[in-house]
């Protein structure tokens, strides 16, 4: 088996390009990458001490709708808010029937005390904190909440930690922590202080084809924004690891959802 050649030295692409890489492959996103399990709503729920039935929430970087279908599901009043045209597209495909507007989370398109609920499925990570914990202060009513979460790879998992040293030789350490593991220490959530986040760990899994292993791997920024023949060699490369420890071609996949709720006086 021939390794991938690692990520050349040099600058990377930045935060704005990897945040926007994501327009092109919204058809990918959507089909490979993983929703998130019951038991996290239950848990959304019970640190918001709100049910979801009938609360009207905000979903910031909704992407392809991923949580939004669950919370709506649910019974929650949804307004979907995307900055991406090839995401929002994706979204208007599968949610035909729930308010999508564009737009983003340092600067949200929406009137002031409006919801009870703010939520950032895997998105987070793409705002300034400077700008977006404000914004979310400003939409939430008085009693209302912040939600924010992520699905990341349980590092407990021996194949799930080879194959994250893997991602590190091929991408550098850093880069491969944001594509496995985006909920990571570190990450400056609020840097003001002004919030007191409540978290909470939800441990599940699902079992995928091999392909659609690959496809969710490859549809993290950092692979979208690699060089294309580098991150092919990569996913082959993949496969070969994956085929060895699954010969029967079915991944389980194991998440931890990373929950951080954070309530308004």
């Given at each position: ?17 990897r945040?926007?890489?994501?327009d ?5 996103y959507a ?7 019951p ?25 392809t ?8 599901a ?5 307004l ?8 929002a ?5 599968a949610?035909?029937g ?5 737009g983003?989370?340092?600067?949200l ?51 799930i930690?080879?194959a994250g ?9 850093d ?13 400056r959530?609020?840097p ?15 079992r ?6 690959l496809?969710?791997i ?5 692979f ?29 996949e194991t ?11």
């Open positions: 088996m021939t390794a991938a050649q690692p990520w050349p030295a040099g600058p990377r692409p930045s935060h704005a390009a945040a926007g890489s994501f092109a492959a919204a058809a990918q089909a490979n990458r993983p929703s998130y399990p038991a996290l709503l239950d848990a959304v729920e019970e640190l918001a001490d709100r049910p979801l039935p009938g609360a009207r929430t905000v979903d910031v970087g909704a992407g709708g991923i949580a939004t279908a669950l919370l709506h649910r019974g929650a009043d949804v979907a808010v995307e900055p991406g045209a090839g995401m597209a994706e979204f208007r495909r949610l035909p729930v308010p999508l507007v564009r983003d989370g340092n600067a398109p929406v009137a002031d005390a409006r919801a009870d609920l703010v939520t950032y499925a895997q998105s987070w990570h793409w705002t300034d904190p400077a700008r977006s914990v404000p914004e979310a202060l400003r939409v939430l009513r008085p009693g209302g909440a912040l939600a924010l979460w992520w699905n990341t790879e349980a590092p407990d998992v021996p194949w930690a080879e040293r893997r991602a590190a030789r091929f991408l550098g350490p880069a491969a922590a944001e594509a496995g593991r985006p909920g990571r220490p570190g990450l959530v609020d003001s202080g002004r919030l007191a986040f409540a978290s909470r760990t939800v441990r599940w899994s699902r995928v084809p091999v392909d659609t292993r496809a969710n490859g549809s993290h920024s950092v979208l924004v690699a060089p294309a023949e580098r991150t092919a060699a990569f996913l082959e490369a993949e496969r070969a690891h994956l085929l060895a420890v699954f010969p029967d071609g079915t991944v389980e998440y931890d959802v990373l929950l951080l709720v954070a309530r308004t006086p």
